[in-house]
T-cell receptor, first 113, second 112 residues
Framework: DTGVSQDPRHKITKRGQNVTFRCDPI?????LYWYRQTLGQGPEFLTY????????KSRLLSDRFSAERPKGSFSTLEIQRTEQGDSAMYLC???????????FGQGTRLTVV | DAKTTQPPSMDCAEGRAANLPCNHS???????VYWYRQIHSQGPQYIIH???NNETNEMASLIITEDRKSSTLILPHATLRDTAVYYC?????????????FGKGITLSVRP
């Protein structure tokens, strides 16, 4: 395991469909973060977990978004009833603790048509 | 978290030092300064972080002013592969606000 892994790398979906993304953090990293990035902007925080506990959610995370980290290892981010405005790069990051650096995955690029 | 201010872009010649400035005038005593960069179509990559003292690693040096209200990231010998968006972030070490909050960053273009 050499880094944070995200799957899929690309997803094209029709408006109204549900999508689920997966993130596998670096082993033993207890913190896991989800971000969203649109063109020309920096990544925007969505939510983070410490082990299996979801400790903070951004107001950007509407009721259509849900994230889980059931066993404190991998995490999933689900978007229900996708809208065109959900088109973005979804990034996952993990860190060992609050101070050490966070390592980011390559992201999942979502296109809603 | 305190906000940071960075110029939108800068360029430098390959082989020269790139000095990237960042203002964080409202930084609190328990907030660290972090730098990340993002090369096109990749996830952000950690570069360096510091609290009060200057820091150096294999990628860069971080110079923090004595009043901690600004900092400079130095890439000592920029290469074409250093062309990227560089984000300066201030962040508390622990607790509910320990997430990284990204701004728009500064786009560094390294020219041949």
């Amino acid at each position: 395991d050499t880094g944070v892994s995200q799957d899929p790398r690309h997803k094209i979906t029709k408006r109204g469909q549900n999508v689920t993304f997966r993130c596998d953090p670096i082993s033993e990293h207890n913190r896991l973060y989800w971000y969203r990035q649109t063109l020309g902007q920096g990544p925007e925080f969505l939510t983070y977990f410490q082990n299996e506990a979801q400790l903070e959610k951004s107001r950007l995370l509407s009721d259509r978004f849900s994230a889980e980290r059931p066993k404190g290892s991998f995490s999933t981010l689900e978007i229900q009833r996708t809208e065109q405005g959900d088109s973005a790069m979804y990034l996952c990051a993990s860190s060992l603790d609050p101070i050490t650096e966070a390592f980011f995955g390559q992201g999942t690029r979502l296109t809603v048509v | 978290d305190a906000k940071t201010t960075q110029p939108p872009s800068m360029d430098c010649a390959e082989g020269r030092a790139a000095n990237l400035p960042c203002n964080h005038s409202t930084i609190s005593g328990n907030e660290y300064v972090y730098w990340y960069r993002q090369i096109h179509s990749q996830g952000p990559q950690y570069i360096i972080h510091g609290l009060k003292n200057n820091e150096t690693n294999e990628m860069a040096s971080l110079i923090i002013t004595e009043d901690r209200k600004s900092s400079t990231l130095i890439l000592p010998h920029a290469t074409l592969r250093d062309t990227a968006v560089y984000y300066c972030i201030v962040r508390v070490a622990a607790g509910a606000n320990s997430k990284l909050t990204f701004g728009k960053g500064i786009t560094l273009s390294v020219r041949p």
